[in-house]
């Protein structure tokens, strides 16, 4: 499709100023993917069973690598080295949802030190806007890593809903750090603008029409199609809308998560 082609390739991914947000968007538009995995698995040997089934699927993995059942440094450098040459062999990014939320002198540290060594591998991190642009300038001097600041989350009763301007207070701080900036992750619409910059919406909290109910510790979830043509989504966080099904059935899943969002991204772009 010609118009696609084109909105692709002329329009979106030239206007973006962070290498790693236009990698990923290469990425979507070749494998035709806006699913990002939530990769929550107990062991890490789980984890990288599920980027090797799903790799093809995906355009991102997000990992909480302190969750991972890793018993040591040597366990870590392992576990990345395996995830990273899955990332190449199914061309996927990873994100490390960290969730920085510290002064710029101490995210560094985090950053950097043993035994996860973050900025080694991961593409892209979380970060919250809480502490205010220091969050991001500490990422200045780092090659290779993007940040994705939390400006409004899921969960029930999040402050970035409740307390106002929190979400616009969480773009403002970003002025300046387009090239380490990739976008945002929100549960709205956070469509922004800037100097004709195009950030990428990461949305969590995305379920199948199967679905009823929260999981009875405040996440909510919302449908595919809501998140991406009503709610803003680029790209569509999933974890237990996969990983609850029995393995033989984890790639027939995320095709119909990958098939539904991505034709809701293309109607969304195309209008
Ligand atoms: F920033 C956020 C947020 O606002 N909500 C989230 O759910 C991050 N998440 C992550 O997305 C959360 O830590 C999980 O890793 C994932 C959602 O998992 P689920 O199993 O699809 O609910």
């Known amino acids: 499709n010609l118009k696609l082609d084109n909105l692709f390739k002329k329009k979106l991914i030239p206007r973006m100023t962070c290498t790693a947000s236009k990698k990923l968007l290469r990425i979507m538009y070749k494998k035709k993917t806006n699913l990002c995995l939530a990769a929550d698995l107990q062991n890490w040997t789980e984890v990288l069973e599920v980027a090797r089934t799903l790799g093809p699927h995906i355009c991102l993995l997000r990992t909480h690598i302190d969750t991972y059942n890793l018993e040591n440094y040597y366990q870590v450098v392992e576990f990345r080295k395996h995830l990273k040459d899955l990332a190449t062999k199914f061309d996927f990014m990873i994100m490390e949802d960290r969730k920085f939320a510290d002064i710029g002198s101490t995210v560094q540290r985090q950053l950097t030190s043993k035994p996860f060594e973050i900025a080694q591998w991961a593409d892209m991190v979380t970060v ?25 989350m899921s969960s029930t009763g999040n402050l970035g809903r409740k307390v106002s301007d ?12 387009d090239k380490i900036v990739a976008g945002f992750v929100s549960h709205s619409k956070i469509r922004v603008d800037r100097k004709d910059t195009f950030f990428l919406q990461f949305t969590p909290g995305v379920a199948l029409n199967d679905y ?5 510790l405040g996440q909510q979830y919302v449908y595919v199609d809501d998140a991406i043509l009503d709610r803003g989504a680029d790209v569509i966080i999933v974890g237990r809308g996969i990983l609850k099904h029995g393995n033989e059935n984890w790639r027939e899943v995320a095709e119909e998560f990958q098939r539904n969002g991505w034709s809701a991204l293309v109607q969304k772009l195309m209008n």
Do not use: M, S
């Open 128 to 152: 919250h806007g809480l502490p205010g642009p220091g969050v991001l300038q500490c990422f200045e001097g780092l090659e290779n890593i993007a940040v994705v600041v939390i400006a409004e």
């Open 166 to 177: 929190y979400k616009h207070e969480c773009l403002k701080i970003t002025d300046g750090y």
């Open 212 to 216: 009823t109910g929260g999981d009875g």
